[in-house]
């Protein structure tokens, strides 16, 4: 028997997604806090792809292991997916608080391996869950409320490093040590990992499963060990075997869109570096600056992008979004003055913003309820592959291709966009699947 599940309220809705805003503060450090610490405590700018191995990894083996347990998990007190990302904000929580504590680069690294696979744990149970609540009509709005708290989430990490730079900073560096001014940024992210995450908990409850949902994992939970120990790694292999067409031509425009990503997060401190000729310091600030104002265009527009996809089609609006990613890219390395830079970062908001929202309402509506948590898994080895891929390819091409230039990386990361644009105009939607209203009202 098919669940009816009823139409949600605007802030049912914004309730359900609050504790994005503590898993995106956390990922918002990463962009821009974790490899200038990397600098401080002594690394060359061209190890830093592979210091960045641990997102890709533990994203790859994780979240889809995560996501097949969770459609297999049913507790008439604890629900499906709530206990996954309760976990993981516990484990992200208590590595946030140590992480500017680090003494080496080395205890740095591993803090980073631990408060990944938190994140990880977290993030696709929660957009399983969201999947879950919301009928197809209200995917769109449920993804681009994520996209909303995605933006505000990075927008307060980036925003707490340059004001409490400016507070709390000056002073030399000290090479091998990380600036005091910086624990205050990680501190109250670890209170927002945990507190908001529980706000979404204790607000929704869980949708319980079908009869026959519920049958399968009692049969599920009847079965050896090993048995159950390996349901996962079939799940997948299933899963990723019966994978609709529309999603292996969107793990295409994923390949060049993520490993872009990763390019811009890790080299735009060393590009200020070069280009404003600032110290490290200086030159995180410049980035969290940069990473504060797209992410409040991605907070304004997220909702916006709601009825330009249900008129438009999520398609060309995505494609439109990453090559307006793509203009801000080759646009940077070009200005020379630190508050023209930021203007790029329009197009770049709008970008996160469609590239945060669009591609999960799109795949939400196309694979099955029963097995959205390890389809949001295999969603996720789509975004961690070309991050995986970049760690290991990027320094080799950046010291020997680009000539160890970050204005060059940045070029290179942007006519990846383009090729992330082009391909984006494949994806196309069953006609029954496409958006077609707006079932709901947004105060």
């Known amino acids: 028997m098919k669940i009816i599940k009823p139409r949600l309220s605007f802030w049912q809705i914004f309730n359900m997604n609050v504790g994005f805003l503590g898993i995106q503060y956390s990922f918002g450090l990463q962009q821009s806090a974790i490899n200038p610490i990397f600098l401080f405590l002594g ?115 980036n925003a707490s490093i340059f004001l409490f730079q ?118 995180a600030a410049q980035a969290a600056k940069m990473s504060t104002t797209y992410n409040i265009v991605t907070a304004v527009v997220a909702l916006v992008l709601v009825p330009l996809t249900m008129r438009f089609g999520g398609k060309k609006i995505y494609a439109l979004s990453l090559l307006g990613t793509a203009l801000a890219l080759f646009a940077i390395p070009n200005i020379q003055d630190p508050v023209h830079v930021l203007f790029p970062m329009v197009l770049f908001g709008i970008g996160w913003a469609a590239m945060m929202g669009i591609p999960y309402s799109m795949v939400s509506k196309i694979v099955p309820q029963e097995r959205r948590g390890v389809y949001m898994g295999i969603l996720n080895m789509m975004i961690v592959i070309p991050m995986g891929i970049q760690t290991l390819t990027f320094g080799p091409i950046f010291k020997n291709i680009l000539g160890a230039n970050s204005v060059n990386a940045m070029l290179f990361a942007g006519g990846c966009f383009v090729m992330a644009s082009l391909l984006a105009m494949r994806l196309n939607m069953p006609k029954d699947k496409q958006d077609s209203e707006l079932d709901i009202e947004i105060p």
């Open 43 to 157: 690394a060359k700018e061209e190890i830093l792809p592979i210091l960045n191995i641990a997102g890709p990894v533990t994203g790859l083996i994780v979240q889809p292991i995560i996501g097949a347990i969770s459609d297999k998990t049913w507790s008439p007190r604890w629900g499906r997916r709530k206990p996954f990302f309760l976990i993981g904000a516990v484990l992200g929580s208590l590595c946030l608080f140590a992480f500017p504590l680090s003494p080496a680069l080395w205890f740095a690294v591993g803090l980073l391996w631990i408060l990944d696979v938190g994140n990880n744990m977290a993030m696709e149970p929660y957009r399983a869950f969201v999947g879950d609540k919301l009928p197809d009509a209200q995917l769109s709005i449920g993804y681009q409320m994520q996209s909303l708290f995605v933006g505000a989430g990075i927008l307060l990490a």
């Open 166 to 283: 400016d507070w709390f900073g000056g002073g030399q560096e000290i090479e091998g040590t990380v600036p005091k001014w910086l624990y205050y940024s990680f501190f109250i992210g670890s209170f927002l990992s945990i507190v908001t995450i529980l706000w979404s908990v204790l607000k929704t409850p869980e949708i319980p499963p079908s009869d026959k949902e519920l049958a399968e994992i009692n049969r599920h939970k009847s079965l050896p060990f090993m048995e159950r120990f390996k349901t996962p790694f079939v799940e997948i292999s299933h899963a990723v075997k019966e994978m609709p067409r529309f999603m292996w031509r969107l793990s295409a425009v994923y390949l060049f869109q993520w490993y872009a990503l990763f390019v811009y997060w890790q080299f735009i401190t060393p590009l200020f570096r070069a280009t404003l000729g600032y110290d490290t310091s200086q030159a």
